[in-house]
């Protein structure tokens, strides 16, 4: 989102370099609420999976409710969703016994609305009808996109005066100490994590069979193991 922003302006309004907030939006269906990550534009580091591991961490933690059983649906956006650092970190939360089970599903090209797309739309309609000048203005526009059910919950990453209330951390980095690469990633789309398993343990179910094949992989570099199993 672009500010200053005047819904009454009859032109576009010039600016030689516009400000921009990014957002990140992580929804919740059984509590139906969607925390949406106000970027500011000086507190991006990019939006690779660093970021997004990083904003997935801050929900769980300041958001989460002790789920032992989590379902996760994302883009297929290889950069910030589906990749290594994603997969690993769905392990690492289960061998910390933070949930029991973890299922991540990667929505297929042509098939990828979900909640999200709902609480979106309540903000792109409240933010074409209000006069945005500052970051407070735009978290404003988020918390009054829903007034009745109150979907929408702002949470600024950081402030206009330099304060970080999110914090960014290199989970690239610490997680490949711990783990290995899923080879042909592309090619799965489910990833089951299970702590009644060895917890370092991931089933991916693979898009490309017409059948339905498990394929067991360990994660972590202290062993490989692969081998496919089938449903009994």
Same mark, same amino acid.
């Given at each position: 989102?672009?500010?200053?922003?005047?819904?009454?302006?009859?032109?576009?309004?010039?600016?030689?370099?516009?400000?921009?907030?990014?957002?990140?939006?992580?929804?919740?269906?059984?509590?139906?609420?969607?925390?949406?990550?106000?970027?500011?534009?000086?507190?991006?580091?990019?939006?690779?999976?660093?970021?997004?591991?990083?904003?997935?961490?801050?929900?769980?933690?300041?958001?989460?409710?002790?789920?032992?059983?989590?379902?996760?649906?994302?883009?297929?956006?290889?950069?910030?969703?589906?990749?290594?650092?994603?997969?690993?970190?769905?392990?690492?939360?289960?061998?910390?016994?933070?949930?029991?089970?973890?299922?991540?599903?990667?929505?297929?090209?042509?098939?990828?609305?979900?909640?999200?797309?709902?609480?979106?739309?309540?903000?792109?309609?409240?933010?074409?009808?209000?006069?945005?000048?500052?970051?407070?203005?735009?978290?404003?526009?988020?918390?009054?996109?829903?007034?009745?059910?109150?979907? $929408?919950?702002?949470?600024?990453?950081? +402030?206009?005066?330099?304060? !970080? *209330?999110?914090? %960014?951390?290199?989970? @690239?980095?610490? /997680?490949?100490?711990?783990?290995?690469?899923?080879?042909?990633?592309?090619?799965?789309?489910?990833?089951?994590?299970?702590?009644?398993?060895?917890?370092?343990?991931?089933?991916?179910? $693979?898009?490309?069979?017409?059948?339905? +094949?498990?394929?067991?992989? !360990? *994660?972590?570099? %202290?062993?490989?193991? @692969?081998?496919? /199993?089938?449903?009994?």
């Amino acid at each position: 989102m672009h500010f200053p922003s005047n819904p009454l302006q009859p032109g576009p309004m010039y600016f030689l370099t516009p400000w921009i907030c990014g957002l990140f939006g992580v929804s919740c269906e059984c509590l139906q609420k969607q925390v949406n990550f106000l970027i500011d534009k000086g507190m991006s580091s990019g939006k690779g999976s660093n970021e997004v591991i990083s904003y997935m961490h801050h929900f769980f933690t300041h958001f989460g409710v002790g789920e032992t059983d989590v379902g996760l649906h994302c883009d297929n956006r290889t950069g910030q969703n589906k990749n290594n650092f994603m997969l690993w970190y769905g392990a690492w939360r289960v061998t910390h016994k933070l949930h029991s089970t973890l299922n991540i599903h990667f929505l297929i090209a042509g098939h990828t609305k979900f909640a999200l797309d709902c609480g979106f739309g309540l903000i792109k309609q409240a933010y074409k009808r209000t006069r945005v000048r500052t970051l407070a203005d735009i978290t404003k526009v988020v918390e009054n996109s829903s007034p009745e059910s109150r979907l $929408n919950i702002p949470q600024l990453v950081g +402030l206009e005066d330099g304060r !970080v *209330l999110v914090n %960014t951390f290199d989970w @690239q980095a610490h /997680l490949s100490s711990y783990f290995r690469k899923l080879p042909q990633i592309k090619s799965y789309q489910h990833f089951r994590y299970l702590l009644c398993k060895p917890p370092r343990s991931v089933f991916v179910n $693979n898009k490309e069979t017409c059948n339905i +094949l498990i394929v067991f992989c !360990v *994660l972590l570099l %202290t062993a490989l193991i @692969q081998k496919d /199993l089938t449903w009994s």
